[in-house]
């Protein structure tokens, strides 16, 4: 893991392939920490609970059809 220290305003970029995601701290109040992520289209992000939950219902899917055949 990749740890890095970040200020208000301040971001990070992350390419992946031919894309690039920016990653800015818009805000800091306590333990809490705003951010704000610009990615193309292309790039699905999400909270990680949702992305464990579409991941379950696609695994889910991938069996029924499986099941089907």
């Given amino acids: 893991m990749l740890v890095l ?8 970029v992350i ?3 031919g894309e690039t995601v ?3 701290v818009l ?5 809490r920490v705003r951010i ?5 289209l292309s790039v699905a992000v999400h909270r ?3 992305a464990r939950r579409i991941q ?7 069996q ?3 099941a089907r055949h």
């Fill in 56 to 62: 379950a219902e696609e695994e889910q899917e991938a």
């Fill in 64 to 66: 029924f059809a499986a």
């Fill in 5 to 12: 220290t970040r200020k208000k305003g301040e971001q990070l």
């Fill in 48 to 50: 990680e609970e949702v």
């Fill in 27 to 31: 805000e800091v109040a306590g333990e």
């Fill in 22 to 24: 920016y990653v800015r």
């Fill in 15 to 17: 390419r992946l392939g």
């Fill in 36 to 40: 704000g992520i610009t990615a193309p």
